[in-house]
């Protein structure tokens, strides 16, 4: 089995998730009182990323786990009408170059998967009509039926993509060397390198550098 593996943040969709959904929360008309609590709650380790004394990684995973705070208690059905109202506008910031090659892996028979460290939830919601085989993201988690952040939620990135990538695929045999991963950063790294046909999307400059130097397909 050949499978395409896409990231979404700048791959998929050309900007970023994060900075969408701060702002959708601080103008929501329901959820906007939050959005301070959030922000008074975001500036310590923002700073501290910026002093390079927090690592990249721990910040991304830090301000997801405080996002979901301001929607402690809200139920599934309310967090998917939540994200369900940017589709439409996150849409419309879709790579068409990325998603004619995603058809046509489709059309190929290629296992396509989604992977990123969005919220898996979320991600669901604003694809949709786009068809993955799997769908591959950061769990919220909620206890009955209700957004609960007490437990700390495993964000998605670098290398774990690639543990779930794998984990996901467990009992399949894949055909590696003639498989196709896509991804805009130096930390989709662990996901490009598992196959043949990696693809840099608009790639940042370390990895467009990579890329080069490897003679990977570029995609801008």
């Known amino acids: 089995m050949r499978v395409a593996i896409f990231d979404f943040d700048g791959t998929i969709y050309a900007e970023e998730t994060f900075t969408l959904l701060m702002k959708h929360l601080k103008e929501h008309p329901t959820y906007r009182s939050s959005y301070k609590r959030f922000y008074r709650a975001i500036v310590p380790p923002y700073i501290a990323h910026k002093l390079k004394i927090y690592p990249s990684s721990k910040m991304k995973k830090r301000s ?9 208690g809200l139920t599934k059905l309310e967090m998917d009408v939540y994200f369900e109202e940017i589709r439409t506008k996150m849409q419309q910031d879709f790579n068409n170059n990325v998603l004619e090659r995603l058809k046509l892996h489709q059309q190929e028979n290629v296992h396509i998967l989604l992977v990123s460290g969005a919220y ?16 591959i993201g950061t769990e919220i988690f909620y206890q009955d039926d209700k957004v609960y952040t007490k437990t700390e939620i495993t964000h998605i990135n670098g290398e774990q993509k690639r543990l779930k990538v794998q984990e996901a695929l467990k009992g399949h045999q894949i055909d590696w060397d003639n498989s196709y991963a896509y991804g805009d950063s130096f930390s989709d790294m662990p996901v490009l390198e598992l196959v043949g046909n990696p693809v840099a999307v608009r790639p940042e400059e370390k990895l467009q550098k990579l890329a080069s130097e490897r003679g990977w397909e570029i995609m801008n």
């Open 64 to 72: 997801m786990q405080l996002y979901l705070e301001a929607f402690e």
């Open 120 to 135: 898996t939830q979320f991600l669901e919601r604003v694809t949709d009509g786009i068809v993955f085989n799997q769908i």
